[in-house]
């Protein structure tokens, strides 16, 4: 009987043991007190989990405090289910993202915003040395990251590039099929996470709807490999902004390690999530009490006023522009945020217009550029194709926000670059030297955004002048491709409706003058400026010796020579990657060949700078590679030439060495000199300064064939 007793005592003893081995842990938050919170992260006082406010480069961190202990029971499991929400500032672009995060720390300093949404940084974008599992709600298009667009869910390991991907999206149980989400609607999110066996799913819907019957994401994951330590997890979240900026919020949040325990949601606890309204422009009073006897006096004053201040701020507009009036600004807004185009808010001067800073209400900065015209024709397809522009979106293009008209004057408002054109930076020594890393992020930022021109956007858009002195720097040195004023667009599978052939000397492929203007010649005009970045040279110098004149020549013969690295920017002072830098180069030569068929598209560019592809085997002796033939204008014909360096009218006096629109020659005028022949809006173009050393020629066959307006886009801010 004794010896019965003491083996039921053992049992009930080892039974007792296992449970406490096997104890779950579980938590809800409905009002978030004693969580782990750093920098930016704070709990309002109406019990919201605030992790980001709508400020520019912020992060912030909560996590549950205690450590959860994967590692006693046999099949490790658990499930979360929360409430986040995410409010844009009014008027300002939202992002970057919340993320539910399982890391063995806490500690996230060496973490960085914008794009690494408070988790990552540069260091493991493309390294597993941070371990990390982690599910983004991501509002911004990163396609270094290979993001599918700007509203996606993915799930992370180790890295920013997620193993999986969705767009925002739920399953409805009643119309049985996948209903699309807005994360950044500001309105609150259900987001389930659930890991069992080797198995995650993640799931989200909208507040009113139940857990859906199928999870957007599904992937394999074994956390045994991503964490050897399972004994010491901890679980929480993560928010960041950047230039685009959001208030992040968690509204509820419940977790268990049994899947089958998540407390329900009491909809009607929820806090409400706040929205910021814009703010609105008080009236001053102009009510006035005056004596009688001054009545006509003051009548008289008052429409005098009046009548000068509507002409100080009068404005042109016909009917056909209603369908623009989105995109159209006032006159008077634009004058006020320029403080009257004064001086102090002067940017510079280019070949068609000057260009001022502005500063906008709701506290946004821009750049208005006033180009002069001497008639209306050509103005309607002007506004309809700078609004068409309007609707590009990409984080390399320089954001175009509209425009407005006056009499014999076009303003276009785009967003203003602190850091002014890429070539300033490369060529006058007043400027801070790029380093080589900050050049190669500007190289694949103007890769990115050519590739979505070409294939991203509605329709095919052919930039048509791309260099250096059309690449803006933002306040981060990202490059943002601008200067849209010789742009065009054709249907997918169409072609470009131009033979004209425009662009700069030294960009410009040899078979605009035959073929005209194509995706090609955007990558011959991409290669010469991935050579001039990497070179810290203009594509042709005259002044130089006879060897060293043509960029591309030069650059080929170095190759041929096994001195490639001879080519190089001084100023980077050897500071660089050679493997990265000669990649570069040789890339460059090889969207330049003049053999057009022999260009790789812009698609294989952004593969090959990834390092996603090798470079296709081909050598300075390739047919095609390191040839320099220059496209020219006879402008006294209308007609491209190859073979003479000179362009001439014959309207013009021939004894004048002064500026002239119509006429330019190498011996008399600065290099860098902006030709126009096409006079749909009777532009004449200005000289820039003599610093500019490439010159712009636009031409067309005839002004019948090519009647868009020759204006250069606001964003080519000098």
């Known amino acids: 009987m004794a ?19 096997q104890q779950e842990t579980r938590f809800v938050y409905e009002n978030f ?45 658990f499930s979360t289910h929360f409430v986040c929400a995410m409010v844009p500032k009014p008027g300002v672009e939202g992002g970057h993202g919340i993320v539910f995060v399982v890391s063995p720390s806490m500690d996230f300093s060496h973490a960085e915003t914008t794009r690494y949404l408070g988790v990552f940084n540069a260091s493991t974008n493309e390294s597993s040395s941070s371990r ?3 599910v983004e709600l991501d509002t911004i298009w990163n396609p270094d990251f290979k993001d599918i667009n700007n509203n996606h869910v993915g799930i992370d390991v180790n890295s920013p590039l997620s193993v999986a991907i969705a767009s925002a999206s739920y399953y409805s149980n009643i119309k049985a099929k996948y209903e699309s989400m807005d994360l950044l609607s500001g309105k609150p999110i259900q987001v389930w996470v659930d890991y069992e066996g080797t198995m995650l799913n993640v799931s989200i819907a909208p507040l009113e709807v139940q857990k859906p019957s199928r999870p957007l994401l599904s992937h394999p994951i074994n956390i045994s490999e991503i964490f050897p330590n399972r004994s010491r997890l901890f679980v929480g979240f993560s928010a960041a902004t950047g230039t685009a900026i959001s208030d992040q919020y968690i509204l509820w949040w419940s ?31 102009l009510v006035f009490i005056l004596p009688v006897v001054l009545a006509v006096v003051v009548l008289g004053v008052l429409t005098g006023l009046y009548f000068r ?24 807004s634009l004058y006020k945020a320029t403080k009257g185009f004064s001086k102090d808010e002067f940017l510079g001067k280019g070949g ?27 103005v309607k397809q002007f506004v309809a194709e700078v609004v068409s522009m309007s609707c590009l979106k990409h984080r390399n293009l320089v954001p175009f926000f509209g425009y407005c008209r006056r009499k014999r004057e076009l303003l276009l408002v785009s967003e203003y670059m602190p850091n002014g054109s890429l070539d300033e930076h490369l060529f006058d020594d007043q400027k801070p030297v790029l380093s080589w890393p900050q050049r190669l992020v500007v190289v694949k930022g103007i890769a990115s955004a050519l590739c979505y021109l070409h294939t991203g956007a509605d329709q095919v858009v052919l930039h048509r002048d791309v260099k250096a002195s059309n690449i803006m720097l933002d306040a981060e040195f990202n490059g943002r491709l601008g200067d849209f004023g010789m742009a065009r667009f054709h249907d997918h599978g169409g072609n470009a409706a131009t033979t004209a052939a425009v662009g700069t000397v030294g960009y410009m492929a040899p078979e605009l003058i035959t073929m005209g203007a194509s995706t090609g010649t955007d990558v011959y005009a991409f290669g010469v400026f991935m050579l001039e970045v990497t070179c810290g040279r203009r594509p042709v110098e005259p002044q130089l010796q006879v060897e060293k004149r043509h960029m591309i020549k030069w650059v080929c013969e170095c190759w041929k020579k096994d001195s490639l690295l001879d080519a190089t920017d001084p100023k980077l002072g050897g500071e660089y990657i050679p493997e990265e830098v000669e990649m570069v180069m040789k890339l460059g030569l090889l969207c330049s060949n003049i053999v057009p068929e022999s260009r790789p598209t812009m698609e294989q560019v952004v593969l090959y700078l990834n390092k996603n592809l090798p470079l296709p085997d081909f050598s300075p002796y390739t047919l095609g590679i390191g040839t320099f033939a220059p496209v020219l204008v006879d402008a006294s014909s209308l007609v491209v030439s190859s ?18 629109p119509y006429a330019c020659q190498p011996t008399d005028q600065p290099w860098g000199q902006t030709i126009d022949t096409k006079n749909s809006l009777h532009l004449v173009a200005e000289p820039e300064k003599p610093k500019v050393l490439s010159p712009a020629v636009k031409t067309a066959t005839s002004p019948a064939e090519d009647p868009e307006s020759n204006l250069s886009s606001l964003s080519s801010q000098r």
Do not use: C
């Open 3 to 21: 010896r019965w007793l003491l083996q039921i005592l053992i049992i009930s003893s080892l039974h007792l043991f296992s449970l406490s081995n």
């Open 33 to 77: 007190t004693n969580l782990y919170l750093d920098k930016s992260a704070k709990v309002l006082p109406s019990g919201l989990l605030q992790l980001t406010t709508a400020s520019e480069h912020q992060m912030g961190h909560a996590f549950y405090k205690k450590p959860i202990d994967f590692s006693s029971s046999g099949s490790l499991s």
């Open 132 to 134: 990390v599992l982690a």
């Open 255 to 285: 977790f268990s390690t049994n899947r089958g325990s998540l407390q329900r949601l009491d909809i009607a606890k929820l806090p409400q999530v706040p929205h910021p309204k814009a703010p609105h422009k008080k009236l001053s009073p």
């Open 309 to 332: 201040r509507r002409k100080k701020y009068s404005e042109v507009s016909e009917k056909w522009e209603k369908e623009f009036d989105a995109h159209r600004f006032s006159y008077k």
């Open 352 to 378: 068609f217009g000057e260009v001022y800073r502005g500063d906008l209400p709701q506290g946004r900065e821009v750049a208005v550029k006033r180009v002069s015209h001497n008639g209306d024709e050509g």
């Open 643 to 660: 073979a003479s360096w000179n362009w001439s009218a014959p309207s013009m006096s021939s004894s004048s060495t002064n500026y002239s």
